[in-house]
C-alpha cells in the first residue's frame, strides 16, 4: 500500500466528537441516576403512605370505639351512634364501611339504617398484618384494609366492636397520583440535567478542539504558531506542554539539518583525507610498500604515504597528529601538501622533517604537535634510511633471523618547540632489508589499543609476535592480521584512535630450516644433517676454534690465528690470499648479515689437514645473522678498474677462486653454516685472471 492510499484511508477513518461522547455518557449517567433515584423514592413514599393509612384508619377506629362506650350503655344507642357514623361516612367517602357492634355482634351503628340489629357479617379473606406496627388492630383483604378496636367501659369490660374498612383502590390512586408528580418532576430535573451537562462539557471540552487544531497543524509540519490555550486545568497544561514540544521538535530540526550539512562535510573531508593515501601496493624495483588507515571517527589525524622518487628510489612518510576529527584532519591535508611539495628536493629523509618542522612552526593551534617518520629505500642496494620525530618507533622484522629489531629516534615532535632546537634533532638512520625483510612503520593506535574490560594495552610485543610468524605471508596478509589482532582486542567497543600501518619489504618467504644450501665441487652433504648446537659441537671437537667480534673487528684477529694454526699444506701467499677471502667474508657478515648490530659474534673452526677429521683441511664459519648464501652475492667484474676500486664482493670472489669446495646452509638453531676447503694449488692474480 502506497502512501497517497494510507493518507486517504486515515482521511476517510470515522472519528467521534469527545463533546458528544462525553455529552452522551453523562446524559446517561444523569437519566440512571435519576430512574433509580425515583424508583427508590417512589417504593419509598408508597411504604410511607401505606404506613399512613393504617395509622389514621386505626386512629379513627380507636376515636370511634371510646365514644362510642357511653352510647352503648344507653337503652337506645343507635339514636347516637347512627348520625355520628353517617357523618363520617360522609367525610370519609373513601371509607368501605363504619360499623359499631354490641357485645353480641349486632349491628348497633352503621351508615345504613336497615342494619341495625342484624348481625355483622365480616367480608371474606381478611388476614392479619403480620409485622405491623398495629398488630391485632388491622386486617387486609385483596380490597379492603379493616382496622378493629374494642369498645371498653371504664372499668375494663368490653362492651363491643369498632370496625371501619378503607378501599384498597384508594390507597393505589394515592400512590398513582404521587407517582405521576415524582414522574413529572423527574421528568425535569432530567432534561435539566442533560442539558445543564451537554453544555458544561461542551464548555470543560473547549480545549480538546483547541488541542486537536494543535496537533493537526504540529503533524502538518508547522511547529511555530502556539496553541495559547488559557486553562487552568490538566488540559492547559498538556497545551503548554505540546507547545514545548514543538519548539523542542523545531530545535531538533534546526540542529538535524545542522548536523545532515556536518555530515556531508565530514564525508566530504573523509573522501579528500583517503585520497590522500595510496590505496594500493606500491612497488619499486623488488621491494614494494602497502599500507591501512582506519580512523577513530569519521575523519582522524594521521597520514602515510608511500611515493616513487628520482633515482628509482621509494619514499614513504607517515605521520599522527596530536587529536582527532576534523581538526587533525585539516593538519594532516596540510601536512600531505608540504610532502608533496617537498619530497623531491632533499635526499635526506632529516632534511625534510627540518623544513616541514620549520613550516609548521607558529602554524598549529598550542598543544597541537605532530609526530612523524620518513624514509627513503634504495632498493638496489636494500637499504633504508629514515628519521623519526617522536615517532613510534620502526619495527624490522627478519624472518631468517627470528628476530624482530627496533629502531627508535631521539628526535622531537613537529611544531612543538622552536626551530632551531628542534633542527639538531633529527638524524638519519639506515638499516638493510633483505628477501623477506618487513620494516613496520605505525601509529600509537596498534600499540596503545585498549583490551575491553580491563583497558590493558595490545603493546608492542603482541606486535612483534604477529610479524614473527608472518613469514612469506606477503604485505597484505600481515596487514589483515594486525587489524584483526587489535580489533578483537578491543571487543565491541569503538575505537580508541586512528589506526594507520605502513609496510615496507621485498615479498618473499625466507626459511630457516636447512633447505637453503649451496654446495659447490663434490663436498658432499658435510653440514647439512646437523639438528642441534649440540651436534654441532661433536662435530667441531678438536678443531681450533677462533670467535670474533664486531666491535674487536675481525682482519688482526684471523690473520693472527691462522698463521699459528695453519700448517703447511698452505703457502705464505696462499695463505695470505685465504686470510684476505675470510676477512673480507666476516665483514660482510657483519654488515650485512648482522646489519651492523653490535655485540654481533662469527665462529670459525680450522681442520688440520693431517688430522683424520672428516673435515680435515677444511674452514668452517658459522654466524647467526641475516643468510647471505654465496649465490645471493653478485659476481663481480675484476677487469672494470672502477669495480675494483670499490672492492665490493671481493670476499666471495676470491673465496670461489680459493676454494676446492664449499658447502653453504642455513640450519635451524644453528645458524648460517658455510665449510669451505681451501684448494692446494692456487695461482695469484698476477700469474692468471680470477675465474668464478
Same mark, same amino acid.
Given at each position: 500500500?502506497?502512501?497517497?492510499?494510507?493518507?486517504?484511508?486515515?482521511?476517510? @477513518? !470515522?472519528?467521534?466528537?469527545?463533546? +458528544? $461522547?462525553?455529552?452522551?455518557?453523562?446524559?446517561?449517567?444523569?437519566?440512571?441516576?435519576?430512574?433509580?433515584?425515583?424508583?427508590?423514592?417512589?417504593?419509598?413514599?408508597?411504604?410511607?403512605?401505606?404506613?399512613?393509612?393504617?395509622? !389514621?384508619?386505626?386512629?379513627?377506629?380507636?376515636?370511634?370505639?371510646?365514644?362510642?362506650?357511653?352510647?352503648?350503655? =344507653?337503652?337506645?344507642?343507635?339514636?347516637?351512634?347512627?348520625?355520628?357514623?353517617?357523618?363520617?361516612?360522609?367525610?370519609?367517602?373513601?371509607?368501605?364501611?363504619?360499623?359499631?357492634? =354490641?357485645?353480641?355482634? @349486632?349491628?348497633?351503628?352503621?351508615?345504613?339504617?336497615?342494619?341495625?340489629?342484624?348481625?355483622?357479617?365480616?367480608?371474606?379473606?381478611?388476614?392479619?398484618?403480620?409485622?405491623?406496627?398495629?398488630?391485632?388492630?388491622?386486617?387486609?383483604?385483596?380490597?379492603?384494609? &379493616?382496622?378493629?378496636?374494642?369498645?371498653?367501659?371504664?372499668?375494663?369490660?368490653?362492651?363491643?366492636?369498632?370496625?371501619?374498612?378503607?378501599?384498597?383502590?384508594?390507597?393505589?390512586?394515592?400512590?398513582?397520583?404521587?407517582?405521576?408528580?415524582?414522574?413529572?418532576?423527574?421528568?425535569?430535573?432530567? $432534561?435539566?440535567?442533560?442539558?445543564?451537562?451537554?453544555?458544561?462539557?461542551?464548555?470543560?471540552?473547549?480545549?480538546?478542539?483547541?488541542?486537536?487544531?494543535?496537533?493537526?497543524?504540529?503533524?502538518?509540519?508547522?511547529?511555530?504558531?502556539?496553541?495559547?490555550?488559557?486553562?487552568?486545568?490538566?488540559?492547559?497544561?498538556?497545551?503548554?506542554?505540546?507547545? /514545548?514540544?514543538?519548539?523542542?521538535?523545531?530545535?531538533?530540526? %534546526?540542529?538535524?539539518?545542522?548536523?545532515?550539512?556536518?555530515?556531508?562535510?565530514?564525508?566530504?573531508?573523509?573522501?579528500?583525507?583517503?585520497?590522500?593515501?595510496?590505496?594500493?601496493?606500491?612497488?619499486?624495483?623488488?621491494?614494494?610498500?602497502?599500507?591501512?588507515?582506519?580512523?577513530?571517527?569519521?575523519?582522524?589525524?594521521?597520514?602515510?604515504?608511500?611515493?616513487?622518487?628520482?633515482? =628509482?628510489?621509494?619514499? &614513504?612518510?607517515?605521520?599522527?597528529?596530536?587529536?582527532?576529527?576534523?581538526?587533525?584532519?585539516?593538519?594532516?591535508?596540510?601536512?600531505?601538501?608540504?610532502?608533496?611539495?617537498?619530497?623531491?628536493?632533499?635526499?635526506?629523509?632529516? /632534511?625534510?622533517?627540518?623544513?616541514?618542522?620549520?613550516?609548521?612552526?607558529?602554524?598549529?593551534?598550542?598543544?597541537?604537535?605532530?609526530?612523524?617518520?620518513?624514509?627513503?629505500?634504495?632498493? =638496489?642496494?636494500?637499504?633504508?634510511?629514515?628519521?623519526?620525530?617522536?615517532?613510534?618507533?620502526?619495527?624490522?622484522? !627478519?624472518?631468517?633471523?627470528? &628476530?624482530? /629489531?627496533?629502531?627508535?629516534?631521539?628526535?622531537?615532535?613537529?611544531?612543538?618547540?622552536?626551530?632551531?632546537?628542534?633542527?639538531?634533532?633529527?638524524?638519519?638512520?639506515?638499516?638493510?632489508?633483505?628477501?623477506?625483510?618487513?620494516?613496520?612503520?605505525?601509529?600509537?593506535?596498534?600499540?596503545?589499543?585498549?583490551?575491553?574490560?580491563?583497558?590493558?594495552?595490545?603493546?608492542?610485543?603482541?606486535?612483534?609476535?604477529?610479524?614473527?610468524?608472518?613469514?612469506?605471508?606477503?604485505?597484505?596478509?600481515?596487514?589483515?592480521?594486525?587489524?584483526?589482532?587489535?580489533?578483537?582486542?578491543?571487543?565491541?567497543?569503538?575505537?580508541?584512535?586512528?589506526?594507520?600501518?605502513?609496510?615496507?619489504?621485498?615479498?618473499?618467504?625466507?626459511?630457516?630450516?636447512?633447505?637453503?644450501?649451496?654446495?659447490?665441487?663434490?663436498?658432499?652433504?658435510?653440514?647439512?644433517?646437523?639438528?642441534?648446537?649440540?651436534?654441532? %659441537?661433536?662435530?667441531?671437537?678438536?678443531?681450533?676454534?677462533?670467535?670474533?667480534?664486531?666491535?674487536?673487528?675481525?682482519?688482526?684477529?684471523?690473520?693472527?690465528?691462522?698463521?699459528?694454526?695453519?700448517?703447511?699444506?698452505?703457502?705464505?701467499?696462499?695463505?695470505?690470499?685465504?686470510?684476505?677471502?675470510?676477512?673480507?667474508?666476516?665483514?660482510?657478515?657483519?654488515?650485512?648479515?648482522?646489519?651492523? @648490530?653490535?655485540?654481533?659474534?662469527?665462529?670459525? +673452526?680450522?681442520?688440520?689437514?693431517?688430522?683424520?677429521?672428516?673435515?680435515?683441511?677444511?674452514?668452517?664459519?658459522?654466524?647467526?645473522?641475516?643468510?647471505?648464501?654465496?649465490?645471493?652475492?653478485?659476481?663481480?667484474?675484476?677487469?672494470?678498474?672502477?669495480?675494483?676500486?670499490?672492492?665490493?664482493?671481493?670476499?666471495?670472489?676470491?673465496?670461489?677462486?680459493?676454494?676446492?669446495?664449499?658447502?653453504?646452509?642455513?640450519?635451524?638453531?644453528?645458524?648460517?653454516?658455510?665449510?669451505?676447503?681451501?684448494?692446494?694449488? $692456487? @695461482? %695469484?692474480?698476477?700469474?692468471?685472471?680470477?675465474? $668464478?
Amino acid at each position: 500500500m502506497d502512501q497517497q492510499t494510507q493518507d486517504h484511508g486515515k482521511q476517510q @477513518r !470515522r472519528v467521534f466528537s469527545l463533546n +458528544w $461522547v462525553f455529552s452522551l455518557a453523562v446524559a446517561a449517567l444523569v437519566v440512571a441516576a435519576v430512574i433509580g433515584v425515583g424508583s427508590v423514592a417512589q417504593q419509598h413514599l408508597r411504604n410511607s403512605l401505606h404506613r399512613e393509612v393504617e395509622t !389514621r384508619l386505626v386512629l379513627e377506629a380507636r376515636n370511634l370505639a371510646h365514644v362510642s362506650a357511653d352510647a352503648l350503655l =344507653d337503652e337506645f344507642p343507635e339514636l347516637s351512634l347512627m348520625p355520628m357514623v353517617q357523618q363520617i361516612q360522609e367525610d370519609r367517602p373513601e371509607l368501605a364501611f363504619v360499623v359499631v357492634l =354490641d357485645h353480641e355482634g @349486632r349491628i348497633q351503628g352503621h351508615a345504613d339504617p336497615r342494619q341495625f340489629g342484624q348481625v355483622f357479617v365480616e367480608p371474606a379473606g381478611l388476614a392479619s398484618v403480620a409485622g405491623s406496627a398495629h398488630d391485632g388492630n388491622l386486617r387486609t383483604s385483596p380490597d379492603l384494609i &379493616v382496622a378493629s378496636v374494642a369498645v371498653q367501659h371504664r372499668d375494663g369490660q368490653e362492651l363491643g366492636m369498632v370496625l371501619v374498612g378503607l378501599r384498597r383502590s384508594y390507597v393505589d390512586d394515592v400512590v398513582s397520583r404521587s407517582r405521576k408528580a415524582l414522574m413529572m418532576v423527574s421528568a425535569i430535573l432530567l $432534561v435539566v440535567g442533560v442539558f445543564g451537562a451537554g453544555a458544561l462539557m461542551h464548555v470543560m471540552l473547549r480545549p480538546v478542539s483547541v488541542l486537536k487544531a494543535g496537533i493537526a497543524r504540529i503533524g502538518q509540519g508547522d511547529l511555530e504558531t502556539p496553541m495559547n490555550l488559557q486553562d487552568r486545568t490538566e488540559l492547559g497544561m498538556l497545551a503548554e506542554t505540546v507547545d /514545548e514540544m514543538a519548539a523542542r521538535i523545531k530545535a531538533s530540526q %534546526t540542529l538535524m539539518l545542522e548536523k545532515n550539512r556536518l555530515d556531508h562535510e565530514m564525508d566530504l573531508a573523509h573522501s579528500i583525507q583517503v585520497s590522500l593515501m595510496p590505496d594500493r601496493q606500491i612497488a619499486c624495483g623488488r621491494f614494494a610498500a602497502e599500507g591501512l588507515y582506519q580512523a577513530a571517527s569519521e575523519v582522524g589525524g594521521d597520514y602515510f604515504d608511500a611515493f616513487e622518487l628520482p633515482g =628509482d628510489k621509494l619514499g &614513504v612518510f607517515m605521520a599522527d597528529v596530536a587529536g582527532k576529527g576534523l581538526g587533525g584532519c585539516l593538519v594532516t591535508s596540510m601536512l600531505a601538501a608540504l610532502v608533496k611539495a617537498r619530497r623531491d628536493r632533499y635526499d635526506s629523509p632529516a /632534511e625534510l622533517l627540518t623544513a616541514l618542522d620549520r613550516d609548521l612552526n607558529g602554524s598549529l593551534s598550542p598543544g597541537v604537535f605532530v609526530t612523524a617518520i620518513y624514509g627513503i629505500l634504495d632498493p =638496489d642496494r636494500g637499504r633504508l634510511t629514515f628519521a623519526s620525530a617522536a615517532h613510534c618507533p620502526l619495527l624490522l622484522a !627478519r624472518p631468517a633471523m627470528g &628476530v624482530v /629489531e627496533e629502531y627508535r629516534s631521539e628526535g622531537v615532535p613537529l611544531g612543538i618547540i622552536p626551530h632551531a632546537i628542534a633542527a639538531s634533532s633529527y638524524h638519519d638512520t639506515t638499516v638493510l632489508l633483505g628477501p623477506g625483510d618487513l620494516a613496520l612503520l605505525y601509529t600509537d593506535g596498534l600499540t596503545e589499543a585498549p583490551r575491553c574490560g580491563d583497558g590493558e594495552e595490545f603493546g608492542q610485543a603482541r606486535v612483534e609476535e604477529i610479524l614473527r610468524r608472518a613469514n612469506g605471508q606477503g604485505h597484505g596478509p600481515v596487514l589483515e592480521s594486525l587489524q584483526a589482532a587489535v580489533t578483537g582486542w578491543q571487543g565491541h567497543e569503538s575505537r580508541f584512535d586512528d589506526l594507520t600501518l605502513l609496510l615496507v619489504g621485498c615479498p618473499g618467504h625466507v626459511s630457516k630450516l636447512p633447505e637453503t644450501s649451496q654446495v659447490s665441487g663434490n663436498a658432499g652433504n658435510l653440514i647439512g644433517d646437523l639438528k642441534s648446537e649440540d651436534e654441532l %659441537t661433536q662435530l667441531t671437537e678438536g678443531a681450533m676454534h677462533l670467535q670474533v667480534s664486531a666491535r674487536s673487528g675481525g682482519s688482526e684477529q684471523i690473520g693472527d690465528w691462522m698463521k699459528a694454526l695453519m700448517d703447511a699444506s698452505l703457502g705464505e701467499r696462499d695463505l695470505g690470499l685465504l686470510e684476505l677471502a675470510l676477512s673480507e667474508h666476516i665483514n660482510n657478515v657483519f654488515e650485512h648479515g648482522y646489519l651492523g @648490530r653490535p655485540g654481533a659474534e662469527v665462529d670459525l +673452526w680450522w681442520y688440520p689437514a693431517t688430522s683424520e677429521h672428516a673435515l680435515a683441511g677444511w674452514v668452517m664459519v658459522r654466524d647467526r645473522g641475516r643468510s647471505c648464501p654465496p649465490a645471493s652475492v653478485e659476481v663481480p667484474d675484476l677487469e672494470n678498474s672502477d669495480v675494483r676500486k670499490r672492492g665490493r664482493g671481493l670476499g666471495w670472489a676470491l673465496i670461489r677462486t680459493l676454494t676446492e669446495q664449499l658447502e653453504y646452509r642455513t640450519l635451524l638453531n644453528i645458524g648460517n653454516v658455510c665449510a669451505i676447503k681451501p684448494a692446494v694449488d $692456487v @695461482r %695469484t692474480p698476477e700469474e692468471e685472471p680470477l675465474h $668464478v
